[in-house]
């Protein structure tokens, strides 16, 4: 079992130390620092992430030359917003590893299984937009059921994974409290977050009436509440300007994990430990609040922005 022997490493990584050292650094001699301390931390979770965000360009090119729609949205918009999404969360939590010092077990673990995870992710969603198709929901025929369910058992094995650093990070002490609380806050908010997404698989009410006679349903699931999926959405995000839409409060739960440690380290650098700490706890809670009103509102049908 793992204990606090370690505490005092925790504090030569101290983040306001550390970045007090590198701030007469140039730009590229940071970026240069950060990376190498990602890749200490964890080498096939930072090369798996660095992948992902350089596969931003061959998916740029797509949303070049692909004239195809899918869902009403370009066909190779929707793997190049996975690709960056989770290629930031990969490198996000490497960062978080960076401060785990007394959990090296559980960082290899979690470690292996992320970066498994969002490559076979990032993957078949690029697989079922070359052929033309829907990743998610898409039970249409057996290689598209297939591949949604694998999606599906792929992400449940990840996010109770990421429960395992959400635990060390409630054990884990820290130099700077209000880091650590920044950190506790933000893992646990990203797991309620990435658990709402379970909302979007169960099948709606005309999914369900459309099944056919053989018992088969080609869409199960939808993140639009109140109408089908596809409808009018705003600009990149694709969030219905119509109805409710489940993937609003979904990605402001995933992102709290760089939002709060941000605050902290950025916000509220340079006040007292105490202010810090409160000023911590009270962006935590307003964030709880704003994640609570997004779900309750798009679980009423009600869109984000209405426009027409």
Same mark, same amino acid.
């Given at each position: 079992?793992?204990?606090? %022997?370690?505490?005092?490493h925790a504090r030569t990584q101290d983040p306001l130390t550390s970045a007090s050292r590198v701030s007469t650094m140039t730009t590229t001699s940071r970026l240069s620092v950060l990376l190498a301390r990602l890749w200490a931390a964890d080498r096939l979770l930072t090369g798996s992430g660095l992948f992902l965000l350089a596969l931003l360009v061959p998916m740029a090119f797509g949303l070049l030359l692909d004239p195809r729609e899918i869902g009403g949205a370009p066909a190779w918009l929707k793997p190049a917003k996975f690709a960056l999404s989770l290629g930031i969360y990969s490198l996000t939590l490497a960062w978080v590893f960076i401060y785990l010092t007394d959990w090296p077990r559980s960082r290899r673990i979690v470690g292996r299984i992320t970066a498994v995870v969002i490559l076979v992710e990032v993957a078949i969603i690029a697989l079922q937009a070359a052929r033309g198709t829907t990743s998610h929901f898409n039970f249409g025929a057996p290689l598209d059921a297939v591949l949604f369910s694998i999606m599906g058992i792929a992400i449940f094995v990840q996010t109770f994974a990421s429960v395992a650093v959400a635990t060390a990070l409630w054990r884990q002490r820290f130099a700077d409290r209000a880091f650590g609380w920044a950190l506790r806050l933000g893992m646990t908010m990203t797991i309620v977050g990435a658990l709402t997404g379970g909302l979007m698989t169960r099948p709606t009410d005309a999914q369900l009436a459309g099944v056919s006679a053989d018992g088969r349903i080609a869409i199960a699931g939808a993140h639009t509440v109140g %109408? !089908?999926? +596809? +409808? !009018?959405g705003l600009p990149v995000t694709g969030w219905s300007t119509r109805y409710g839409d489940l993937r609003v409060a979904h990605f402001v739960g995933l992102h709290a994990i760089q939002v709060l440690p941000l605050l902290t380290l950025v916000a509220f650098r340079g006040r007292r430990e105490q202010t810090r700490v409160r000023l911590t706890l009270s962006a935590a809670l307003a964030y709880v609040l704003l994640f609570v009103a997004l779900l309750v509102q798009a679980l009423r049908g009600l869109p984000l922005v209405a426009l027409g």
């Open positions: 079992m793992q204990t606090f %022997a370690h505490t005092h %109408a !089908p999926d +596809g +409808g !009018p």
